[in-house]
């Protein structure tokens, strides 16, 4: 399995990076955030991937956001 460094992004800076082992990039982002992640679009936090050894092709994923709990019925 390849190494990965995972570097989560907020604008075109990194705030965290992470070193992780995994068997594809997708799986080295989620592995490294503990979050499912999606790829990115044009998001201002990101992840980005590299293979370690080499930084020739950069993956980029973001964050799915989850819905926060909404409370059930309606309030008088």
């Not at 964050?63 to 909404?70: A, G, L, S, W, Y």
Request: cysteine-free; charged content about 35%; overall charge positive.
């Amino acid at each position: 399995m390849p190494n990965y460094e995972v570097e989560e992004m907020f604008a075109e800076k990194v705030v965290v990076a992470h070193k992780v082992l995994a068997p594809t990039p997708f799986r080295a982002a989620k592995l490294a955030t503990n979050r499912d992640v999606t790829l990115r679009a044009s998001e201002v936090r990101w992840i980005r991937v590299f293979e370690e050894g080499g930084r020739h092709r950069a993956y980029e994923y973001t964050f799915i956001e989850r819905p926060r709990n909404r409370l059930r019925g309606r309030q008088s």
